[in-house]
């Protein structure tokens, strides 16, 4: 039997939770579901500068409201811990022991250096402009499932205890991953050279190598240079503060160099555990497209059961203040399911529905123009003067018989039936588009629609 997959999310709190790193630790958190494994969470806080408090929250935060809930790790303990590197100082130095007392590290100017095993000589290093032991140590095998075996030469000796008396990334990295078993190391491309070091460091510490998997980088948006913390849509908070759905931002983040090979993109989440794989993970980069993240957003907000839309929509609207304290339970559940079949996100929720709840919600200067200029003030006036007459009238007040009446009134009238839609929708809503036009009648009711017409054609400007 082959041993437990255990994989690890490692990251610096030293800043937002940018999505680069959001989706290494989705792919490590799949992995381990995929596989039955477990999923680790590791704070690698040892550089105490740039590490900060609130770094910490907002990945917690966004780990959690991502649902990527780990096995071990702050919060949840483990029998590998402390699962923070800052308090991790006492197993550090007794691997550093253990390499200088083997030969395979030694002090220089305060540091303590890994000394490579090969012939040495020294050379001049234009760059630096100084002369530098160079090593002919024998190349190491990257395993990587993604990439393939990838043989790499290290050339030099490298710092793993700092003169400041830090422990270097590269040997906390190597030794906690010992310590905690981990089994494969999914992490971005960019770590790729950091690799050969890394195994040179199991290799002598007498420990085998993880397999690796190196994910593709997340290019911008114009396929230009790689997503950095401050292009448009790279942050998990941006997503949170801006009420989008935390499983269609997975989604999206899932298929951000990987697919399950076939044109199917929004799937359940349970569906892309069953098919992910590491062999499935792209080589080459992916782009990020803010247009297909919010599309997707739009789909999942779509597809939301009417309790759960109606629970969320109410807190976004709330967040928001566009919800008037007293206004009615069944009011706010009638406008809510009239208006998430066309809803692009919870974000549009409150400017959407605004003419629901408040009797002052200004005129669309576009939509405005739009009507008019068809028919000129005098001939909206007529139509709306008509559809009052046409209102009044209708004792079933629901979507259907509305329609099928307004279908016959206006063949009465030698009009379209749109001729009254959109001047009706103009003075009831301010706007020339929304949701369903006969169940925004059914749900403002007959008489706040004949009140806001009649409202509309008191107006000066309308006169
Ligand atoms: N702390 C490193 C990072 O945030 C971890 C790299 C790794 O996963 O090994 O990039």
Sequence with gaps: MSEPIRVRFAPSPTGFFHIGSARTALFNWLYARHTGGTFLLRIEDTDSARNTQQALNFLLDGMRWLGLDWDEGPDRGGDYGPYFQSQRGEIYKQ??????????????????????????????????????????????????????????????????????????????????????????????????????????????LGATPPVYAHIPLILKSTGQGKMSKRDQGALIEEYQRRFFLPDAVRNYLCLLGWNPKTDEE???????????????INKSNARFDEKK?????????????????????????????ALLQDADINY????????????????????????????????????????LKKKGLAGVREVLAEFLIFADAQTDWADEPLEAALKIFAEQKGRSTGEYIHAARLAISGRSVGPSFYGLLRVLGKQRVASRINAWLSKPENL
């Design 293 to 321: 993240m919010a599309h997707f957003n739009t789909v999942y907000t779509q597809a939301l059961g009417a309790e759960e839309f109606f629970e969320k929509g109410v807190a976004v609207l709330r967040a928001e203040s």
């Design 332 to 371: 706010v559940k009638d406008v809510l399911s009239l208006c998430q079949p066309k809803l692009a996100g919870l974000e549009a929720l409150p400017e959407y529905t605004r003419y629901f709840f408040a009797e002052t919600y200004g005129e669309d200067v576009a939509a405005r123009e739009k009507t």
């Design 95 to 204: 691997y550093r022991d253990k390499l200088l007392a083997a030969g395979r590290a030694c002090e220089k100017d305060g540091a303590v250096y890994f000394k490579l095993q090969g012939e040495r000589k020294t050379v001049y290093d234009e760059f630096k402009k100084a002369e530098i032991e160079k090593v002919e140590a024998a190349p190491v095998t990257i395993r990587d499932a993604i990439h393939g075996d990838v043989v790499r030469a290290e050339t030099q000796d490298f710092v793993i205890w700092r003169s400041n008396g830090d422990p270097s990334f590269h040997f906390v990295n190597v030794v906690d991953d010992i310590e905690m078993k981990i089994t494969h190391v999914i992490r971005g491309e960019d770590h790729l050279s950091n690799s050969s070091k890394h195994v040179e460091l199991f290799n002598a």
């Design 266 to 280: 929004i799937m359940p989440i349970a569906e892309i555990i069953r098919r992910f794989d590491l062999p499935g």
